[in-house]
C-alpha cells in the first residue's frame, strides 16, 4: 500500500513538471531566451549581492560548465548580464545582471498562472504541511547528493527547532534575526544562510523532523 501511494505521489509530481517545463519553454521562447538561460538570471538574482560565478550557476541548476558558459556568453551579448572580476580569485568572474537583465530576472522568477492559481486552491494548513513535505524531500535528496545543498533554514547554523510553544509566532528560532519563526516562515532559499556543522546540522534535522525540541547539552 505504502509503494502505492509513493508510485501516485511521484507520478503526480511527474506531471507537475512536465507541465512546469512546457510552460517554461514557451515563455522562453516569447523573451527570446532559453529555459536554461532563464533559470541563470533567476539564480543570478536569487543571489543579490552576492554575484556568483558561472560553476556557481552550473552546479546549482545541474548542468555543465560547458553549457553554463555557453548560455551566460549569450546573456552577455544580449545585455543582460555583465562579468567583472571575482575580488576573491582574479581568475574567475562574478555575474551580475544589468538593469535590463533585473526586468528580464523578474519576468523568469515569476510562477506559471496555472501553478499560482491551483496554489489558491489550499487552505493554508495544506500549504503549511506542503512546505514542510517540500522541506523534507529537498533534504534528503540534498543528503543523498542528488541535488546540490541548497539554502534551507533547516540546514542553517541560526536555525533552532521546535523551542517556541507557538502562541508567539513558533515554534522555531531564527538566532540571526533573533525572532521566531513559524513552519511557514521557513525559507527554501535564503540570501542570509549560513551553513551549521555536521553535527549541529543533524541534531537540528531530527528535531525538525521528529517536531521535538533539541535535547539539552545537544
Same mark, same amino acid.
Request: glycine letters at 8%; hydrophobic letters at 40%; aromatic letters at 4%.
Given at each position: 500500500m505504502a509503494d502505492e501511494v509513493s508510485n501516485k505521489l511521484l507520478g503526480g509530481l511527474n506531471r507537475i513538471g512536465l507541465a512546469m517545463r512546457s510552460a517554461a519553454w514557451g515563455e522562453a521562447t516569447e523573451s527570446g531566451l532559453t529555459p536554461t538561460q532563464s533559470q541563470i538570471?533567476?539564480?543570478?538574482?536569487a543571489r543579490g549581492p552576492q554575484s556568483p560565478r558561472s560553476g556557481d550557476a552550473a552546479d546549482a541548476l545541474g548542468i555543465t560548465p560547458q553549457t553554463a558558459s555557453v548560455a551566460i556568453a549569450a546573456l552577455v551579448a544580449k545585455g543582460l548580464v555583465i562579468k567583472t572580476p571575482d575580488i576573491n580569485d582574479r581568475r574567475a568572474s562574478a555575474l551580475r545582471l544589468t538593469r535590463q537583465g533585473e526586468v528580464a530576472a523578474r519576468v523568469a522568477t515569476q510562477w506559471p498562472d496555472f501553478?499560482?492559481?491551483?496554489? =489558491?486552491?489550499?487552505?493554508? !494548513? *495544506?500549504?503549511?504541511?506542503?512546505?514542510?513535505?517540500?522541506?523534507?524531500?529537498?533534504? =534528503?535528496?540534498?543528503?543523498? !547528493? *542528488?541535488?546540490?545543498?541548497?539554502?534551507?533554514?533547516?540546514?542553517?547554523?541560526?536555525?533552532?527547532?521546535?523551542?517556541?510553544?507557538?502562541?508567539?509566532?513558533?515554534?522555531?528560532?531564527?538566532?540571526?534575526?533573533?525572532?521566531p519563526l513559524a513552519e511557514i516562515d521557513l525559507r527554501l532559499d535564503c540570501a542570509e544562510h549560513r551553513s551549521a556543522a555536521n553535527d549541529v546540522a543533524e541534531t537540528a534535522w531530527q528535531s525538525y523532523s521528529r517536531r521535538t525540541p533539541v535535547a539539552a547539552g545537544s
Open positions: 538570471l533567476a539564480f543570478i538574482a501553478l499560482t492559481n491551483a496554489m =489558491r486552491d489550499l487552505d493554508a !494548513g *495544506e500549504r503549511e504541511a506542503f512546505l514542510r513535505i517540500l522541506m523534507k524531500l529537498i533534504h =534528503r535528496l540534498q543528503s543523498d !547528493g *542528488e541535488i546540490v545543498p541548497q539554502r534551507l533554514c533547516i540546514t542553517c547554523a541560526h536555525f533552532q527547532p521546535n523551542v517556541h510553544s507557538g502562541r508567539n509566532g513558533g515554534p522555531h528560532h531564527c538566532a540571526l534575526l533573533n525572532q
